[in-house]
């Protein structure tokens, strides 16, 4: 089964990688749009820790990630799980786009 492509951003602490229209998460991240009913930014507040670490993202820093089915149903995942398209994961599986 192929992964899904999705708008991702990262932890720079932890490194999680968020899926962005998955917001609220259950391990207690959350991801709000910094221009409300725009895509503009983002400010990622990750459960990493306490209290929550802020980042900030620019719409155009937003990557763009092929995700796992697992780590799609929760919404983030590790850098295994979200790769880069076209890129090998550790177990040499090859992550390729669909829609």
């Known amino acids: 089964m192929r992964d899904r492509i999705r708008h991702c951003v990262e ?4 490194l999680t990688r968020y899926l ?3 917001s609220p ?5 959350y991801v709000v749009s910094t221009v409300a009913g725009f895509s503009e930014g983002y400010i ?6 306490r209290p929550p670490v ?3 993202w620019r719409w155009s820093e ?7 089915k697992p780590a799609q149903e929760r919404g ?7 790769v880069l398209p076209g890129t090998k994961s550790r177990h040499g599986r090859t992550f390729e786009m669909t829609d």
């Open 54 to 56: 802020p980042s900030r």
């Open 11 to 14: 932890c720079p602490k932890c």
């Open 25 to 29: 998460y259950a391990n207690g991240s």
């Open 44 to 49: 990622l507040y990750c459960s990493c820790g």
């Open 76 to 82: 983030y995942g590790t850098p295994e799980e979200i």
């Open 62 to 68: 937003v990557g763009t990630y092929a995700v796992s």
């Open 20 to 22: 962005v229209a998955f």
